[in-house]
């Protein structure tokens, strides 16, 4: 009981003392999906953009995740769809995530500020779950604001869009970021450095979306434990659903990475 | 170096005596701690009664936060045991306990520059699970002013952060309290002031182990002071004891100099550094009563017998090892 006490007032905590910075990744990202909304006719509509993505290349479009045949047409849906795989929305949410994990964890221990929380009857694992509740929590901000500000955008565009299946998109983009930010507590569990644990984590989320788009990796049997091979937002913005394996993946990620991050925490010296 | 091994050896276990039949309240045993080749901290035995106050001393580098990080459980000793008003630190729910009735000063809080001092108070006794009863208190005593705890902290000076600091580690009444340097930054006011604190927290019978590299501070406060060097205990005496242990300085001045008076002071036992200027002559003596039964005998016009200071123990323990065996 009294545990879960503790990673409430470690959660309620951390984010008091970072809601200006989730305030500025929300606003960041809301403003950024508002923008491509609005200036979809000011960039020259659907035919514009339809014969600019046609001449992309098979591998820029693997790497934008596009949709895989073109023929069948790319439209306004399809368009702002990709505003969920754009690099700076997917920047944005793994930067947040990263930050979060390397400043809970190796920052806390560079600072010093650690020891005033563990010197009391505070376990180590109540310490790194409320850390991780908070970039959670703070991942999901990120992606609603980002529903949000597309939702507002659109209504400035004449076409009758799905929202709630971008609703959908966002939620899966709020997966992804915390998959992502499971990956990096667990390497952040390991340091004491926030340099180093930093460095590391932005490597993981960096090189985990480039082996997804190396067809000879992307298409192996082990493909699947990539986060970012379960994110496809124009498919849920096409289809309206979201893969449930996907969703188990990225929750594995999230879970086993907090976990794992818990035990190496808990046995680990703190210096 | 076998003696001071010999003298640590002979103070742990004097204080075993001292504290046997009550559960020792700051409890080393064999404690080692290894970085690969690098031994941060060796074979570290040491008991601390309760209600007793511990200075630790130590040059920078020493081993002090090393060993203040393994009474906390902050670090696993690669070797021995470390146990907290008699909890097992390496126990995950006995460290709990202890650390309920414990309170930290560290000597870098790390304090959130954005928050304001009011709330860290706050939020740290929400998670010590005891009230801080003694919060006002201590704010009147260190004169911390109501608006300087509704400031962020990042704009408090230092001082103030680190009163700030003192009060989270106290306001909650601890049995045991562990303070690592908390006099850096403090203006000479707030320093008498945490003394004052400190000395009432002594007499309500909790323990107190101050760690400090300012020799004057352990000296005006502690009952003993434990000395550590390259990461091991070179001494745990009492004060008192450490300094009839060491040399005094003498300063005599006869009536008349003749070779004799020379021959005699040089062949007195335990001394060193005879040295003469005019009629005046000092030197360091290790048998006080062989030289006061000397001096009754000589021409004496004026003497001065200094008692060693808490410096003159530190630097003995402190000197390359060269210049201890010369």
Same mark, same amino acid.
């Given at each position: 009981?009294?545990?879960?006490?503790?990673?409430?007032?470690?959660?309620?905590?951390?984010?008091?003392?970072?809601?200006?910075?989730?305030?500025?990744?929300?606003?960041?990202?809301?403003?950024?999906?508002?923008?491509?909304?609005?200036?979809?006719?000011?960039?020259?509509?659907?035919?514009?953009?339809?014969?600019?993505?046609r001449t992309f290349p098979e591998g820029l479009r693997t790497l934008l995740k596009l949709?895989?045949?073109?023929?069948?047409?790319?439209?306004?849906?399809?368009?702002?769809?990709?505003?969920?795989?754009?690099?700076?929305?997917?920047?944005?949410?793994?930067?947040?995530?990263?930050?979060?994990?390397?400043?809970?964890?190796?920052g806390e221990i560079e600072r010093g500020s650690i020891y005033l929380v563990l010197s009391r009857p505070v376990q180590r694992w109540t310490f790194v779950l409320g850390k991780a509740l908070e970039m959670t929590l703070g991942a999901g901000v990120v992606g609603l604001t980002a529903w949000i500000g597309l939702a507002v955008g659109v209504t400035a565009l004449p076409y009758d869009l799905p929202l709630p299946?971008?609703?959908?998109?966002?939620?899966?983009?709020?997966?992804?970021?915390?998959?992502?930010?499971?990956?990096?507590?667990?390497?952040?569990?390991?340091?004491?450095?926030?340099s180093i644990g930093g460095a590391l984590a932005i490597a993981w989320t960096l090189i985990s979306f480039v082996l997804d788009v190396i067809p000879l990796i992307a298409n192996s049997s082990l493909a699947w434990l990539n986060p970012w091979h379960h994110y496809f937002p124009q498919e849920i913005v096409a289809t309206g659903r979201v893969d449930p394996f996907g969703v188990i993946v990225l929750l594995g990620w999230l879970l086993g990475g907090v976990g794992a991050a818990v035990w190496i925490f808990a046995r680990r010296d703190l210096a | 170096m076998t003696r001071t091994r010999s003298t640590a050896l002979g103070s742990y276990l004097a204080a075993m005596v001292a504290v046997n039949g009550s559960t020792p309240a700051i409890a080393l045993?064999?404690?080692?701690?290894?970085?690969?080749?690098?031994?941060?901290?060796?074979?570290?035995?040491?008991?601390?009664?309760?209600?007793?106050?511990?200075?630790?001393?130590?040059p920078n580098g020493a081993g002090k936060t090393t060993t203040i990080r393994l009474l906390l459980g902050f670090l696993r000793p690669t070797a021995g045991a470390v146990h907290l008003l008699g909890h097992d630190m390496a126990a995950p729910k006995a460290a709990l306990q202890a650390r309920s009735q414990l309170g930290f000063v560290p000597d870098v809080a790390g304090l959130d520059p954005a928050a304001t001092g009011k709330w860290l108070l706050d939020e740290l006794a929400r998670l010590q699970r005891r009230?801080? =009863? @003694? !919060?006002?208190?201590?704010?009147?005593?260190?004169e911390l002013r109501s608006q300087d705890l509704r400031r962020p902290m990042g704009q408090l000076s230092r001082g103030t952060r680190q009163k700030i600091n003192i009060v989270q580690g106290m306001q909650?009444?601890?049995?045991?309290?562990?303070?690592?340097?908390?006099?850096?930054?403090?203006?000479p006011l707030a320093k008498r002031a945490l003394f004052g604190l400190l000395r009432e927290t002594h007499a309500r019978g909790a323990t107190i182990f101050f760690s400090s590299h300012v020799l004057s501070e352990v000296e005006e406060l502690c009952d003993r002071?434990?000395?550590?060097?390259?990461?091991?205990?070179?001494? =745990? @005496? !009492?004060?008192?004891?450490?300094?009839?242990?060491m040399q005094r300085r003498v300063t005599v001045q006869f009536a008349n100099?003749?070779?004799?008076?020379?021959?005699?002071?040089?062949?007195?036992?335990?001394?060193?550094?005879l040295t003469r200027t005019d009629n005046r002559w000092q030197f360091l003596t290790g048998d006080l009563m062989a030289t006061l039964r000397l001096l009754a005998a000589l021409p004496v016009v004026d003497v001065a017998i200094e008692p060693p200071s808490l410096e003159d123990i530190f630097l003995r323990y402190y000197r390359p090892e060269e210049q201890r065996h010369a």
């Open positions: 009981m009294h545990e879960a006490g503790d990673v409430w007032l470690i959660f309620r905590s951390t984010l008091r003392r970072k809601r200006m910075s989730l305030f500025w990744f929300a606003l960041s990202v809301a403003a950024f999906h508002w923008l491509v909304a609005v200036s979809f006719p000011a960039i020259g509509g659907m035919e514009a953009v339809t014969s600019v993505v949709a895989p045949n073109l023929q069948a047409g790319f439209g306004v849906q399809d368009y702002l769809a990709f505003t969920w795989i754009h690099p700076l929305f997917i920047g944005l949410g793994a930067a947040f995530v990263v930050s979060r994990a390397s400043d809970g964890l190796t299946n971008y609703l959908l998109a966002a939620a899966m983009a709020w997966l992804l970021f915390a998959a992502l930010g499971g990956g990096a507590f667990l390497i952040a569990s390991f340091f004491s450095r926030t | 045993q064999s404690v080692s701690k290894r970085y690969g080749d690098f031994e941060a901290v060796s074979d570290l035995n040491l008991r601390v009664a309760a209600g007793e106050v511990l200075g630790f001393l130590g009230p801080p =009863v @003694d !919060r006002n208190r201590l704010i009147d005593a260190l909650h009444r601890p049995d045991l309290l562990i303070l690592d340097e908390p006099t850096e930054g403090l203006d002071v434990a000395l550590i060097r390259s990461g091991r205990l070179a001494a =745990v @005496d !009492r004060i008192d004891d450490l300094r009839t242990q100099n003749t070779p004799e008076i020379e021959q005699q002071l040089a062949a007195l036992p335990g001394i060193s550094t």
